[in-house]
């Protein structure tokens, strides 16, 4: 017959609860699994982020450059966002007969 200790018994149950503490841990709250999945997912949006903001400020400063660069590029732009007509040109609506 296999006697245990009483000694015994309570280390196991010692054990148990460490174990049982350490999974909640592991698996709740700051510090846990779950919350490093979450600030991961929030890394990656972040990324995506700054990456598409990388994108437009590429886009800014080569507009920059190109407007520094000259009168021409300051017409084109005009023209595209205001409707500028230079003097002596026409200006010519086509509509579409339907």
Same mark, same amino acid.
């Given at each position: 017959?296999? +006697?245990? =200790?009483? =000694?015994?018994?309570? #280390?196991? +149950?010692?054990l148990? #609860?460490?174990l049982? %503490? #350490?999974q909640? /841990?592991?698996?709740? %709250? &700051?510090?846990?699994?779950?919350? !490093?999945?979450?600030?991961? $997912?929030?890394?990656?949006t972040?990324?995506? &982020?700054?990456? /598409?903001?990388? !994108?437009?400020?590429?886009r #800014? &400063?080569?507009?920059? /450059?190109?407007?520094?660069?000259?009168? *021409? *590029?300051? @017409? &084109?732009n005009?023209r595209a966002?205001? %409707?500028?007509? !230079? /003097?002596? @040109?026409?200006f010519?609506?086509? +509509? $579409?007969?339907?």
């Amino acid at each position: 017959m296999l +006697v245990v =200790h009483a =000694h015994t018994k309570w #280390l196991w +149950v010692g054990l148990s #609860l460490l174990l049982i %503490g #350490l999974q909640l /841990r592991l698996w709740t %709250g &700051e510090g846990s699994l779950v919350y !490093a999945w979450s600030l991961y $997912d929030q890394v990656q949006t972040q990324e995506a &982020e700054n990456n /598409r903001l990388k !994108a437009r400020n590429a886009r #800014l &400063e080569a507009e920059i /450059r190109q407007l520094k660069g000259g009168l *021409a *590029a300051v @017409e &084109e732009n005009a023209r595209a966002q205001l %409707g500028y007509i !230079a /003097r002596g @040109e026409t200006f010519y609506l086509l +509509v $579409d007969p339907e």
